[in-house]
């Protein structure tokens, strides 16, 4: 508070809090822009905005000599990467994050034309388009695709009559509304999160569900149901949030031989070792019915220190259970959750 007074006296006090709110975001942003310390950011922006690899992502969806429209461009993350592809437009309504956009855009040494305009409302002349809706409203997220601005139904309508357009949406949406803007759906892997849905749509466009695996390019199809077994193997997996959301699961199951545990939504389970992008692979040192004194018992004779916990589906309080397992054996060791029908069942994992 002292400095910003200071600098208020210097400057002014709208100017001060600018420059403060600027130095406070600039702050957040280093762990997404490596040149965050020179750019310009909004905090409901930059919480949507895409990670550059993300972004890179996006941009390579688009030939490299056509112009691409960024239809609610923002702070100019994703913009930066068509940019760096080849020509862009950028529309953005808010004349402040237009700015901040061009000044970002500077700051990667790229450019590109920006309209401060309402994208729907504008004759495009181009044939490609990529867009990320706000889906904020007076700071909250919603998952109300009528609040979000643009309206996704709205742009894929005009986006379905180009050569390609690309929509960003949440991967909390249904599967019926994705499903009902494009053809095409990808949900996206990025430092172990499923961060994002794309819909794409237009006369290029393909058909199919996938999930992509950004770090590594890998694409993993939907696939059948998978069978499932009440009891682990000798190995259980954790299979990436993207391939639980894309429906993938079966063409996990179909090419290592694995099946679904329980009824648990993205633990599998094998009789050997598989090394995946989309899994997560943990030895089975022993398993029974869910109950926290038998659970305790048994760590405690695998020499066990304070266990990580770990569920899918089975809808416990995981901060309740640990303080029954404190405990101060030698071993890291993990403990899986995993609902069959009504009953819980338990694992305990390195």
Excluded at 121 to 138: E, H, L, N, S
Excluded at 160 to 177: A, I, R, T, W
Excluded at 323 to 328: A, E, I, N, V
């Amino acid at each position: 508070p002292s400095n910003i007074e200071k600098v208020s006296r210097l400057v002014d006090p709208e100017a001060a809090s600018w420059a403060f709110s600027q130095w406070a975001l600039r702050k957040q942003a280093q762990s997404k822009f490596d040149r965050a310390r020179t750019m310009f950011f909004v905090r409901e922006a930059l919480e949507q905005a895409s990670h550059p690899a993300i972004a890179a992502y996006h941009a390579s969806l688009f030939p490299r000599a056509e112009v691409v429209g960024d239809l609610c461009c923002g702070i100019g993350a994703d913009l930066i990467a068509l940019a760096r592809r080849g020509p862009a437009i950028g529309y953005e309504i808010d004349s402040e994050r237009a700015f901040y956009a061009g000044h970002n855009l500077e700051v990667y040494k790229t450019s590109a034309e920006i309209r401060t305009e309402d994208s729907l409302a504008a004759k495009w002349d181009f044939r490609y388009a990529f867009a990320d809706p706000a889906r904020r409203v007076q700071g909250r997220r919603t998952l109300d695709p009528a609040e979000f601005a643009p309206n996704p139904v709205e742009l894929s309508r005009r986006m379905s009559e180009l050569s390609l357009g690309v929509l960003k949406l949440s991967p909390m949406l249904s599967d019926d509304f994705l499903s009902s803007l494009g053809p095409l759906l990808e949900f996206l892997s990025f430092g172990g999160e499923c961060r994002e849905a794309l819909v794409s749509m237009g006369t290029e466009a393909t058909e199919g569900r996938f999930a992509v695996h950004i770090e590594s390019g890998e694409r993993l199809a939907a696939g059948h149901s998978p069978s499932e077994t009440a009891e682990p193997g000798g190995f259980l997996f954790d299979a990436d949030p993207a391939a639980v959301r894309s429906h993938a699961l079966g063409t996990l199951c179909q090419q290592f031989d694995l099946r679904i545990l329980g009824t648990s939504p993205g633990y599998l389970t094998g009789a050997s070792l598989v090394e995946s992008v989309w899994l997560k692979s943990f030895r089975v040192l022993a398993t029974g019915r869910f109950d926290i004194k038998d659970l305790k018992r048994k760590l405690v004779e695998l020499d066990s220190a304070t266990p990580v916990l770990k569920q899918r589906g089975a809808g416990q309080d995981l901060d309740r259970i640990l303080k029954s397992l404190r405990l101060d054996g030698k071993r890291k060791l993990s403990v899986a959750i995993w609902p069959v029908d009504k009953s819980l069942r338990y694992g305990i994992l390195e």
